[in-house]
């Protein structure tokens, strides 16, 4: 799989239990994406601005960012702003 391009942040999610995510724009909170990822469904977005990606149940993601896995092994709510490498 080649590697995203420099400008883009590109986000994959596998639910290994039932979660509920959200992903919106940092700048104006507009809401890409909203609702539950039953176990066994994937999710990919690749976005050129900085998100908030925000799941319930965390420890039932399989989450990686550009690549590279993230620790969502917590027990309440996970939150973080994701942004492009060049940004």
């Known amino acids: 799989k080649p590697p995203p391009p420099r400008d883009d942040v590109v986000i994959h999610l596998t639910a290994l239990a039932t979660c509920w995510v959200e992903l919106t724009k940092a700048s104006d909170k507009s809401v890409i994406f909203m609702g539950d990822l039953e176990a066994g469904q994937t999710a990919s977005w690749t976005e050129k601005v900085p998100v908030v990606l925000e799941m319930g149940n965390p420890p039932g ?7 590279v896995r993230q620790n969502t092994d917590v027990p309440q709510v996970w939150e973080h702003e994701l942004s492009p490498p060049s940004t």
Do not use: A, C, I
């Not at 993601?61 to 690549?67: A, E, K």
């Open 61 to 67: 993601v399989r989450l990686t960012v550009n690549g």
